[in-house]
């Protein structure tokens, strides 16, 4: 059984925390630990706007605070972020998501995120276009 | 892009709320959804104490509200569960859950429930150790 405290890891600020400017992501759980899948508690600044496309993982997002929206880019079509409201990319979709105040999520992704991953997205050798935040 | 939201799924009080007296699950993506796992927000009464085995899966539970502990039965070891604490039961573990407060748990499993299993672990066919809050 692994057992982690969110609250900890951010103190910690390892290299289970990583971020840039407008967002930060705790990794609590990476490819490493075996589970199949990987899980992250990511904050999005109030007011940012991302652009995101993951060409490789699913992801599912599940909103614990805060409010926004998401525009899945191929449809055009803009859906309302808020406490309970999840959004599952099943189709690697490119889209925005925008948060009015700071948005609190919680990311599972398969396949799972290395952490090898999430150095490139995090700045160094990802395109802009690839960039993931978790 | 799926998009659901949990307020609107617990207001339906469909087939994909699953309860009994003490435990009550949201299925938020199951194996159908194509995304590799399946994600669930659930409620564990104040009072109440689960022991579970998940013989065929894998799952993550990340605390966002309430507080607890989980005993690991093969360890002996308990610990402490309150917001931001995650376990992942990397080795199938069989474990007791105590809500000391409200329990409220995102849950990730791998491989998804299908909710055939939700059927079985909500009564009629499954054996108590096979219970799984799914």
């Known amino acids: 059984m692994i057992v982690r405290d969110l609250n900890k ?3 910690a600020n390892g290299e289970r925390v990583v971020s840039d400017a ?3 992501s705790v990794r609590m759980l990476l490819a490493d630990d075996g589970m199949g899948f990987s899980f992250h508690i990511t904050y999005l600044e109030a007011g940012s706007e991302h652009t995101f496309e993951y060409k490789n993982h699913f992801e599912s997002v599940f909103c614990m605070k805060g409010s926004g929206s998401i525009t899945d880019i191929a449809t055009g079509e803009t859906h309302e972020i808020k406490q309970g409201v999840m959004y599952a990319l099943n189709k690697h979709d490119r889209h925005i998501l925008r948060a ?4 609190v999520m919680a990311c599972c992704f398969n396949p799972p995120v290395t952490g090898k991953e999430v150095h490139r997205e995090d700045g160094s050798y ?6 993931e935040t978790a």
Chains 1, 2 share one sequence.
């Open 9 to 11: 890891i951010i103190e």
């Open 22 to 24: 407008k967002w930060r």
């Open 100 to 103: 009015d105040e700071e948005l």
């Open 126 to 131: 990802a395109a802009a276009e690839d960039l």
